[in-house]
């Protein structure tokens, strides 16, 4: 009976796997053409089309060579704010990414863009992707398991064992921060354009309290209706519509 049991288990896996398959691969299929496609265009010069071809992968899959690939056909044809708002998604999905840290800061310097002041759970956070911080979160978490129930159930405890949780609780403690860094990006923001009214107050008719240019970070602190009262780098404040401002972790 019991062998019965987990024979019908192991064939109800594999109809599982089976059905699954095909999906991943058609999917995978799709977005290596849509990709192969925004290359094509990109090489042509035809960016925006290219654009298309990418944000399309983007509705299958995120990626950080996505990310990046869009971020450089905006910079052809002029939209440095869009640019820099995708460099940014690039290192937010893979921080170690050399290509996007040097176009990002080309273009930065290009445009005489102030650089952010990151604090220290920031630049933690940022040494790692966010996959790869969960990863050692979950492995420090059991490593610490294991180390306090192993040896009470075969006996025996030593300098290696106490060393090895000591490490597994700070990783486990580095990564918590890491991932406290990383929901603060849901704050951190691109403005988009040139000449971004920043507002006194939320409302169409507010008068200016200063004009953004495309490309500038800023962190988003309260929402009203479509507007979104910002800091920016610089320290200046005020209100800007949604529509004119990326977020860079979504």
Same mark, same amino acid.
């Given at each position: 009976?019991?062998?019965?049991?987990?024979?019908?288990?192991?064939?109800?896996?594999?109809?599982?796997?089976?059905?699954?398959?095909?999906?991943?691969?058609?999917?995978?299929?799709?977005?290596?053409?849509?990709?192969?496609?925004?290359?094509?265009?990109?090489?042509?010069?035809?960016?925006?089309?290219?654009?298309?071809?990418?944000?399309?992968?983007?509705?299958?899959?995120?990626?950080?060579?996505?990310?990046?690939?869009?971020?450089?056909?905006?910079?052809?044809?002029?939209?440095?704010?869009?640019?820099?708002?995708?460099?940014?998604?690039?290192?937010?999905?893979?921080?170690?990414?050399?290509?996007?840290?040097?176009?990002?800061?080309?273009?930065?310097?290009?445009?005489?863009?102030?650089?952010?002041?990151?604090?220290?759970?920031?630049?933690?956070?940022?040494? *790692?992707? /966010?996959?790869?911080?969960?990863?050692?979160?979950?492995? =420090?978490?059991?490593? $610490? @398991? &294991? %180390?306090?129930?192993?040896?009470?159930?075969?006996?025996?405890?030593?300098? *290696?064992? /106490?060393?090895?949780?000591?490490?597994?609780?700070?990783? =486990?403690?580095?990564? $918590? @921060? &890491? %991932?406290?860094?990383?929901?603060?990006?849901?704050?951190?923001?691109?403005? *988009?354009?040139?000449?971004?009214?920043?507002?006194?107050?939320?409302?169409?008719?507010?008068?200016?309290? &200063?004009?953004?240019?495309?490309?500038?970070?800023?962190?988003?602190?309260?929402?009203?209706?479509?507007?979104?009262?910002?800091?920016?780098?610089?320290?200046?404040?005020?209100?800007?519509? &949604?529509?004119?401002?990326?977020?860079?972790?979504?």
């Amino acid at each position: 009976m019991k062998l019965q049991k987990s024979m019908m288990q192991i064939v109800w896996m594999y109809l599982i796997i089976i059905m699954i398959w095909p999906h991943n691969f058609i999917f995978s299929a799709e977005i290596n053409s849509l990709f192969n496609q925004g290359n094509q265009h990109y090489s042509l010069g035809e960016y925006e089309m290219a654009i298309n071809n990418y944000e399309n992968c983007l509705q299958l899959s995120q990626s950080a060579a996505l990310h990046f690939n869009i971020g450089n056909a905006w910079y052809q044809i002029d939209e440095v704010g869009k640019a820099i708002l995708h460099f940014e998604k690039a290192l937010a999905l893979n921080p170690g990414y050399p290509e996007a840290q040097a176009n990002l800061k080309f273009v930065r310097e290009n445009l005489d863009l102030a650089l952010p002041e990151h604090s220290w759970v920031s630049r933690l956070a940022q040494i *790692l992707s /966010l996959s790869t911080w969960c990863w050692i979160g979950a492995a =420090s978490f059991w490593a $610490v @398991i &294991a %180390l306090i129930t192993l040896p009470r159930l075969f006996g025996g405890s030593n300098l *290696l064992t /106490l060393g090895g949780m000591l490490l597994s609780l700070i990783l =486990s403690l580095c990564t $918590v @921060i &890491a %991932l406290y860094g990383y929901h603060n990006k849901n704050n951190e923001v691109v403005i *988009l354009n040139n000449d971004t009214t920043l507002r006194i107050a939320p409302t169409d008719i507010s008068p200016s309290n &200063a004009y953004l240019q495309g490309g500038e970070l800023a962190s988003m602190e309260r929402t009203h209706q479509e507007f979104l009262f910002l800091k920016t780098a610089q320290g200046e404040s005020g209100w800007v519509l &949604a529509e004119e401002i990326g977020k860079i972790w979504e």
